[in-house]
């Protein structure tokens, strides 16, 4: 069973530190990432604004909305559906930089044995957000904080939806405030590029999947990473250690 976690800050830096080894790398991987988020997106928009256009020239706009409506149904589960497959290679890459590994371009798309699984990931936590959404904003931050490391889980432990979710919940769950305001902080710092005009995403969003790896290798384990330099796992027990001699006794 998975003993509950306690959230370390110094993830962040690590993080930090893991991007910046391969920041070129991970560039040309937020590039890659958004180009592919286009494909789905760029047509919608296109139908809409054709389908605003129609309205607002005829006297029964009723047809464009309906139109608009049914693209948002199809658009949606695409987008999602595209940023599962690489979501999960994304952390595919983090995984192996972890391992002292090199990875390519062609990483990003290597997640065709997880997509289902991550995309049921995506779903049920949006779910559950929106659920807790509803109830009051602070809920539905809660649940990204408690579902931390749930696509870690699914890439690299290859779990199903709802085990990866339970096994996340388990780490987090005593620590679960802290989780909520650390995942709340990486989204931020992984959204800082939106400032200079999105542009900046470019390097700021692989922070996103490098912090969330480093936090989920010092949770979990990553058969064969690489520990960064502050990281200082407990000595171990003195167990079995010989008593003082009786001349050193006060």
């Known amino acids: 069973m998975q003993q509950p976690a306690i959230v370390r800050w110094e993830w962040i830096g690590d ?5 910046t080894q391969q920041w070129g790398a991970w560039v040309v991987h937020m590039l890659a990432f958004v180009l592919v988020m286009l494909i789905p997106i760029i047509p919608f928009y296109a139908v809409a ?5 129609a309205a607002a020239s005829t006297d029964h706009p009723e047809g464009a909305s309906i139109l608009v409506f049914l693209m948002m149904l199809i658009m949606i589960p695409l987008v999602m559906a595209a940023a599962s497959f690489l979501l999960g290679g994304a952390y ?4 192996k930089q972890l391992r002292g590994e090199p990875f390519r371009i062609g990483d990003l798309f290597s997640a065709g044995d997880c997509f289902l699984r991550v995309w049921g990931v995506v779903l049920l936590v949006a779910i559950l957000g929106a659920i807790g959404g509803m109830l ?4 539905a931050f809660i649940v990204q904080g408690l579902c931390f490391f749930a696509i870690p889980l699914v890439v690299e432990r290859r779990m199903g939806p709802i085990e990866a979710i339970q096994a996340s919940i388990a780490a987090t769950k005593k620590d679960w405030l802290m989780f909520t305001v650390f995942a709340l902080v990486v989204q931020i710092i992984a959204s800082a590029g939106s400032i200079l005009c999105y542009v900046g995403l470019l390097a700021s969003y ?3 999947f ?4 480093v936090a989920y290798r010092d949770v979990f384990g990553v058969t064969g990473a690489n520990r960064t330099q ?3 796992p407990p000595p171990p027990p003195d167990y079995g250690m010989n008593p003082p ?3 050193s006794w006060q």
């Open 136 to 139: 009051c904003i602070l809920p």
């Open 210 to 213: 490098t912090i969330t790896s």
């Open 206 to 208: 692989p922070l996103l």
């Open 230 to 232: 502050s990281y200082n």
């Open 92 to 95: 595919k890459s983090a995984m």
């Open 15 to 19: 993080g930090w530190n893991l991007f």
């Open 245 to 247: 001699p009786p001349s």
């Open 49 to 53: 604004v054709a389908a605003s256009l």
